[in-house]
């Protein structure tokens, strides 16, 4: 007998796939910002790494640099999840709600690193940008996990 899918999970795996595509400009960004001008003749560990630029004087910068591969792995993990989802898959429900839980704890996180800047005056932070998007991820992912604890969803993985 075929499980019968939810609307509800059918909506929070397209999001994922959506949340994907949000990640995708910030991967093109900093391929162009780094990567496109390195030396190909230079050993590709020096390149991935990005020690053939000189580092730039502000932080996000160089945590950009050196994590360029991070927001692939998270679009592919979250590729992967939305697909298992769909198909209904048990590992998909442990997984949507594993990687939840430590987005919000990363998010939270973020918003102490924040306020550590703020606080020490580093021109160009802002916490009104920062605090829309924190609410609202903040709200989605515990959504997920609000909406993929409850009984009823629980029984179409099972």
Do not use: D
């Not at 560990?45 to 591969?69: D, V």
């Not at 898959?89 to 839980?101: C, D, E, G, M, N």
């Amino acid at each position: 007998m075929e499980k019968k899918r939810s609307i509800g999970v059918t909506i929070f795996a397209y999001s994922l796939l959506l949340y994907v595509i949000k990640i995708l400009p910030s991967i093109v960004y900093i391929y162009k910002t780094y990567y496109q001008n390195i030396s190909l003749t230079a050993p590709l560990s020096l390149r991935i790494l990005g020690f053939l630029k000189p580092f730039p004087k502000t932080y996000p910068y160089i945590i950009q640099m050196r994590f360029f591969y991070i927001p692939i792995l998270v679009s592919l993990l979250l590729i992967s999840i939305a697909i298992g989802l769909l198909k209904l898959k048990k590992w998909a429900y442990y997984a949507v709600i594993t990687v939840s839980l430590i987005y919000i704890f990363i998010l939270l996180l973020s918003t102490l690193k924040t306020l550590y800047y703020i606080l020490q005056g580093i021109p160009g932070v802002s916490f009104s940008h920062f605090g829309i998007t924190f609410c609202i991820k903040l709200l989605y992912f515990s959504g997920l996990i609000y909406f993929f604890t409850r009984p009823k969803v629980k029984e179409q993985f099972k």
